[in-house]
């Protein structure tokens, strides 16, 4: 849970970053829902086991995707490889929160 909490932290952190609104906005409605999957698991411990996945997978590859959109961002970087990257993150933001929100719905 602690590195969970980490990742959470660097989501948070990326999130606040990003300059495009709406990338803005879905990245950080992803960090609230995984804030809640946190907050309900501290307090379900024993449910820790049906999120498994999400705390030592998915919180770890959003964080690594956004430090990477947040790097380009900041590098100021237009190639058609770095706009292909930020689009492809901005299309996947969405997913990932319905993604999110299922983790939620299952552990309730």
């Given at each position: 849970?602690?590195?969970?909490?980490?990742?959470?932290?660097?989501?948070?952190?990326?999130?606040?970053?990003?300059?495009?609104?709406?990338?803005?906005?879905?990245?950080?409605?992803?960090?609230?829902?995984?804030?809640?999957?946190?907050?309900?698991?501290?307090?379900?411990?024993?449910?820790?086991s049906i999120?498994?996945?999400?705390?030592?997978?998915?919180?770890?590859?959003?964080?690594?995707?956004?430090?990477?959109y947040i790097?380009?961002?900041?590098?100021?970087?237009h190639t058609?490889?770095?706009?292909?990257?930020?689009?492809?993150?901005?299309?996947?933001?969405?997913?990932?929160?319905?993604?999110?929100?299922?983790?939620?719905?299952?552990?309730?």
């Amino acid at each position: 849970m602690e590195e969970a909490g980490r990742d959470l932290t660097r989501i948070w952190a990326c999130a606040r970053r990003i300059t495009d609104v709406q990338t803005k906005t879905d990245a950080l409605a992803l960090t609230e829902t995984g804030a809640r999957i946190y907050t309900y698991l501290r307090r379900q411990p024993e449910k820790i086991s049906i999120a498994y996945r999400f705390l030592t997978y998915y919180l770890d590859t959003v964080g690594r995707i956004l430090d990477q959109y947040i790097q380009y961002q900041e590098a100021d970087l237009h190639t058609a490889d770095v706009r292909r990257f930020q689009q492809k993150v901005r299309d996947l933001l969405p997913k990932l929160k319905a993604g999110f929100d299922e983790q939620l719905a299952q552990l309730m």
